[in-house]
């Protein structure tokens, strides 16, 4: 999810020619796609309001559709990772909408407890080994996907306990998850527009 240099330097007619990457950071968009609907399903795990339309919509458009173009964007300019955590959060979110869509339309079966277990912690291994990529990035995508890591585990703890507490709390450490990715999401932006560090990310130097 960090910037990735694409700029390279091609043979032609004899000279070398450098090719410099003049497009846009796509990483914002998929941050800001992924913490505001992060923030909204969790803002819902925690009692606050029932799971309705918003969410669904939300899922479908700026947290599903908004990443897979973001992780397209990224394979452009040559992000491998950014590539795989954009497109795969982005589907993430699509499965999930269609996870809960397809049973009330009649056209599937819903899925057991044991089954959102099971995808949960699918989700929770997937996360945690992306997190090991982000210790070679920045602080801020460590914490974004550090606490998304313990988020879907948590929610699996839910969903094997039924425990309403410990849903209740997954629902909060899932605002701060949101908030996280918002708060990455802002200061590249911020930083970029004014050609200083304004919101730190905690670089990491290579």
Same mark, same amino acid.
Not at 106 to 125: P, Q, R
């Given at each position: ?37 992060? %923030? +909204? *399903?969790? &803002?819902?795990? !925690? /009692?606050?309001?029932?799971?309705? #339309? ?43 909408? %269609? +996870? *809960?869509? &397809?049973?009330? !339309? /009649?056209?599937?079966?819903?899925? #057991? ?94």
């Amino acid at each position: 999810m960090g910037e990735s240099n694409v700029d390279s330097k091609v043979k032609c007619d004899g000279n070398t020619v450098e090719i410099k990457d003049t497009t846009a950071n796509p990483a914002p968009l998929g941050l800001m796609g992924f913490g505001m609907t992060t %923030v +909204l *399903l969790n &803002l819902h795990n !925690a /009692g606050i309001y029932e799971l309705g #339309s918003m969410i669904l919509a939300m899922g479908l458009c700026y947290g599903g559709l908004a990443q897979v173009i973001v992780g397209i964007m990224e394979w452009k300019k040559k992000n491998t990772f950014g590539t795989l955590a954009f497109t795969s959060y982005g589907l993430f979110w699509w499965s999930l909408v %269609v +996870l *809960l869509v &397809l049973p009330e !339309a /009649g056209l599937a079966v819903k899925t #057991s407890t044991k089954g959102m277990i099971a995808y949960l912690i699918m989700w929770g291994i997937f996360t945690g080994v992306l997190f090991f990529g982000t210790l070679r990035l920045s602080v801020a995508l460590q914490v974004v996907f550090f606490t998304l890591t313990v988020l879907f585990f948590l929610l699996a703890a839910g969903d094997a306990t039924g425990n309403p507490a410990l849903k209740t709390f997954t629902g909060y450490e899932g605002i701060i998850c949101g908030l996280s990715a918002m708060y990455t999401g802002f200061a590249q932006v911020l930083n970029e527009v004014y050609g200083k560090t304004v919101l730190p990310l905690g670089i990491v130097k290579k």
